[in-house]
């Protein structure tokens, strides 16, 4: 499975990278802002995005949102990396079509956790 | 202890939230210019929540807590529930340098300290909007206010599986919630209650996906999961695409129905919703999925929708089965971190090779084959390409030096009561790694000084018909192998009487002496050791310790420094020093049969000289170049043994020197030519040779000293 992980921040790109390596997914790339995640996943042919909520340029809300709505992205499961789960958040985010949501810190197994979910539910 | 994460995260923790911190520290200043500026200010939130993520990961709890603190003020100012001004930006900028101090803990690996509890406790009552702040006691700072979340440090983002255990049986009981709710959104109730509110939970989330998406797409929470395994697979993948599409408009307002009107506990009905889901089976086939859907999606929302027909569906296997299809994985990043130590390593191993290709070049030139001056002369270019290329790797801008400034004159301008804006020009200018750090005490010191001395208090300013806001410019630019940096003010400027007057009272010179001191020269007394004019010593500066430190430092760069001032208009100090410090262009010459290398910097001029034509003044010898006059100096007796009592020679070369606004004239016996060289440094026995800055080896094999001309003349002449 083909992933993108979208932050600005590189450490926590790195560290989700080491998370998902843990979980056995190796197929990673990464982007800083959604404006650099957009065309790698027009191009790129991703399974999964896994995406911070507050970047410069473009912001992970919005990311999710051009995602719905191209044609060939629609369908790309989508799990949002946030700070806090504020509910206002939560709720934007799943209106705008997000699959999860995950809450940093988070370990390993929480991830494990919130993909399989996400999976469950597609499937 | 924080630190069974990641070591090498950990690393890149430090560097890289390092520099946003660095950031954040200019932008801050920044915002009290333009406190209005919402880039900025989302900037500036961005940073704090950015760092406050990565500590997170690294168990840093009392970073996490003290960004986070700082982090809501900024959410409130970037909604514009507060405005910016000193005092806030006082509490806030103490919370950076407590982060400061936090990062320097954990570079040290140590736990970092907790902010103090008022400073988090200012930081909270801040986070408030304006309008409330008065009523929020410090005490309760930590607890939600009724329309901002402000939750805890420690309870952020996180729910325990205590407070998970208790959601989930509110949620087996819609009334149970609602209470809760009530509670959470009146006063700052229990921690429990709270997260309830603020914060979404798993189920919550589970449930609102499966409102938003309609009927029968999606699996139930765990829970009910077994269930749908069950089921064979009827849909196709057609589903899922409709799933995902954006929900029309009508499902928007039950949504907003649902979440508002039914006291936003959506996971509270859904328990109670799923009797009637079995209704919407029917409506949610492959085909029909996204037309009925608005008419079917009913008040309730359904979490165990699922039916047969969709259940499993055609998927493949979830998740863990996924890793075997990635195969082929491209790599997509396209820099890595290196360490400098490796750097420096390969910088080391370039100026050997250097060394080498000097050394092959020599033997080349004597010999006669052509196939080996072939070989010598692209040695030549490659060598030249590479040690280029690898100075490019451990270029830094200047910007990161600057970075600093804002922060500093913000708080010295506040501090001595004065006006005045800084401004930065060419940030971008790039050097060496090692000099960007080296540079950055003397230029801290020198930009203190001209806002201490240089930059005259606003009345004093208004007097004098200026403006009351006095500017101090830093700027940077390359000129060929070089760096200039200025430092300008637009302050009082320099009497040149007034430092004669004050070198004859310290002793330095004497009055004859001071009296013939040209302007120029009296500017440069100020890096004399032990000179202040400042009568009043102030915290900031004026101990007259420091200005010399700042000319030895930049000495020690093979940097040269000097001062222009106008009185009245301010003054302009100018640094400049070479791209890099590991290899050095020289002259050089040979004095008796030793070589000696000048760093090119110092040399003005060379020419071959009569030396019957000097001059005594002074009790000097003279020369005279085109109507100046130069002190010349023998070095030949000062470093080569048993010179001393060597008769003149008739004619010699003389090489003029320029240290600063000095010039001197040295005799050398020979002059070699102009070769690249490798710093190395002088054993342990030699080091601190009084006018030897190192040794390097030539191109004929042999060794060459370094000379340190200001060294050199401070010991001898």
Not at chain 2, 259 to 285: E, F, I, M, V, Y
Not at chain 2, 296 to 315: D, F, L, N, T, V
Not at chain 2, 464 to 470: D, I, L, M
Not at chain 2, 505 to 522: F, M, P, S, V
């Amino acid at each position: 499975m083909k992933i993108l992980i979208v932050d600005d921040f590189s450490t926590m790109r790195r560290i989700i990278k080491n998370l998902l390596r843990d979980l056995g997914f190796t197929n990673t790339d990464e982007a800083d802002d959604g404006n650099t995640a957009l065309p790698m996943l027009r191009s790129g042919k991703y399974d999964f995005l896994v995406t911070d909520w507050n970047m410069p340029g473009m912001s992970g809300l919005d990311l999710l949102k051009e995602v719905r709505a191209d044609e060939n992205l629609k369908t790309l499961p989508v799990l949002m990396v946030t700070a806090e789960a504020k509910r206002d958040q939560i709720v934007a985010a799943a209106q705008a079509g997000v699959n999860g949501y995950v809450v940093k810190p988070f370990t390993a197994a929480v991830l494990k956790e919130k993909i399989e979910k996400i999976f469950e539910r597609i499937q | 202890m924080a630190f069974d994460a990641d070591e090498e995260i950990l690393q890149d923790f430090l560097v890289e939230a390092g520099e946003i911190i660095e950031k954040l520290s200019e932008q801050l200043v920044d915002l009290e210019q333009h406190p209005d500026d919402s880039d900025l200010l989302n900037a500036i939130f961005r940073g704090f929540h950015t760092v406050k993520g990565g500590a997170g990961f690294l168990q840093l709890n009392a970073l996490v807590n003290c960004c986070h603190s700082a982090e809501n003020v900024f959410d409130i100012l970037r909604n514009h529930k507060r405005k910016v001004d000193s005092e806030l930006m006082d509490v806030v900028l103490e919370a950076l340098d407590h982060v400061n101090a936090m990062f320097e803990q954990v570079r040290h690996h140590e736990e970092p300290t907790p902010a103090p509890a008022e400073l988090i406790a200012a930081l909270d009552a801040l986070a408030k909007p304006a309008a409330e702040t008065p009523a929020v006691s410090k005490t309760a700072g930590p607890a939600p206010s009724s329309n901002e979340t402000v939750a805890s440090g420690d309870d952020n983002g996180d729910i325990t599986d205590e407070e998970f255990e208790q959601l989930l049986d509110a949620l087996q009981d819609e009334k149970a919630s609602a209470p809760a709710r009530a509670a959470g959104n009146g006063q700052p109730a229990s921690a429990d209650s709270s997260d309830g509110d603020d914060e979404i939970s798993d189920d919550e989330f589970e449930a609102l996906l499966d409102q938003l998406h309609g009927k029968g797409q999606f699996a139930g929470p765990p829970e009910t999961a077994p269930a749908g395994d069950n089921k064979a697979g009827g849909a196709s993948d057609a589903d899922n695409s409709n799933s995902d599409e954006l929900i029309s408009d009508d499902e928007f307002e039950k949504l907003l129905d649902d979440l508002h009107g039914k006291g936003g506990s959506p996971t509270a009905d859904s328990a109670n919703a799923s009797p009637a889901a079995a209704d919407s089976k029917p409506a949610t086939g492959p085909e029909s999925g996204k037309a009925d859907r608005p008419a079917e999606s009913s008040a309730k929302h359904h979490r165990h929708e699922k039916s047969p027909a969709e259940g499993k569906g055609g998927a493949t296997s979830a998740a863990p089965a996924m890793p075997s299809r990635d195969a082929n994985a491209p790599v997509a990043e396209t820099s890595v971190r290196v360490d400098t130590k490796r750097l420096d390593d390969i910088m080391n191993m370039v100026g050997e090779l250097v060394l080498v290709r000097n050394r092959l070049q020599r033997l080349g030139a004597q010999s006669e084959d052509e196939h080996m001056h072939k070989a010598v002369s692209n040695l030549d270019v490659v060598t030249t390409d590479l040690q280029s290329a690898v100075m490019a790797t451990r270029m830094q801008p200047i910007k990161k030096v600057f970075g600093r400034f804002p922060r500093v004159v913000r708080d010295l301008a506040r501090n001595l009561k004065k006006e005045i804006n800084l401004e930065m020009h060419g940030e971008d200018t790039d050097l060496d790694k090692n000099l960007v750090e080296a540079l950055s005490d003397p230029l801290v010191h020198l930009v203190r000084n001209s806002v201490d001395h240089g930059i005259e208090a606003p009345d004093v300013r208004e007097q004098a018909g200026k403006p009351r806001q006095g500017t101090v410019t830093l700027s940077a630019e390359q000129e060929g192998d070089h760096i200039l940096l200025f430092i300008e003010d637009d302050g009082a400027g320099m009497d040149p009487d007034v430092l004669r007057r004050k070198a004859v009272e310290k002793g330095i010179y004497d009055q004859d002496a001071a009296d013939r001191l040209t302007n120029a020269e009296c500017y440069n007394l100020i890096f004399a050791a032990g000179f202040s004019t400042k009568d009043q010593i102030s915290d900031v500066s004026g101990r007259g310790v420091g200005m010399d430190v700042v000319k030895t430092k930049i000495g020690q760069l093979n940097g040269q420094l000097h001062v222009e001032s106008e009185l009245g208009k301010g003054s302009r100090i100018v640094i400049k020093v070479p791209l890099t410090l590991a290899i050095m262009p020289t002259l050089m010459i040979m004095l008796g049969d030793q070589s000696f290398a000048l760093p090119l910097v110092n040399v003005v001029e060379i020419f071959h000289l009569d030396l019957s034509k000097t001059n005594i003044v002074d009790g000097r010898e003279c020369i005279v170049v085109r109507d100046k006059v130069f002190p010349l100096f023998h070095i030949k007796r000062w470093l080569v043994k048993g010179a001393a009592g060597e008769p003149e020679p008739e004619n010699a070369h003389v090489v003029i020197v320029a240290m600063g606004t000095r010039r001197v004239g040295f005799v050398v016996d020979q002059l070699v030519g102009q070769e690249e060289v490798v710093i190395k440094p002088l054993g342990r026995a030699l080091q601190g040779t009084p006018g030897m800055a190192g040794a390097t080896i030539t191109g004929d094999g042999r060794i060459a000293l370094i000379i340190d001309v200001p060294s050199l003349l401070q010991n001898y002449g």
